[in-house]
């Protein structure tokens, strides 16, 4: 799919300026991120009419090094926990994000619990 998703030479694998479609869907799903939980579906973007997971937006700009803005590196950096200024730093950051959070959610641990639930203790 991400072949038909770039109409350009720009080429995922070897990085380079990323077209603008790509970075400003990037910039729309981060929009979402705050609102997303484990369990949900990942947020998605419309790339050329086509609805595009934000773990494949992540994979085309794994090594765009173009300049994040201000505002979605503070986001992506509040959420994630890593310092990121790259659309590259930052598909690294949130890539990683998704991958915790679908364990956190695989494993059905409630949204927001702040440690390990409650074990019953029993009397030897």
Not at 40 to 53: C, S, T
Request: aromatic letters at 6%.
């Amino acid at each position: 799919m991400p072949n038909t998703l770039i109409l350009c030479r720009y080429n995922p694998g070897r990085g380079g300026h990323a077209p603008s479609y790509l970075r400003e869907a990037f910039l729309e799903v981060i929009e979402d991120l705050p609102g997303w939980r484990p369990g949900m579906l990942e947020p998605i973007a419309e790339v050329h009419e086509r609805a595009v997971p934000l773990s494949v937006l992540c994979g085309l700009l794994w090594n765009c090094p173009d300049l994040l803005p201000g505002l979605e590196a503070c986001e992506v950096e509040r959420l994630s926990g890593r310092r990121v200024s790259t659309y590259a730093s930052a598909a690294r950051a949130i890539k990683a994000m998704l991958r915790r959070r679908a364990a956190e959610g695989a494993f059905g641990e409630p949204c927001g619990s702040s440690g390990p639930a409650a074990v019953p203790v029993t009397e030897v």
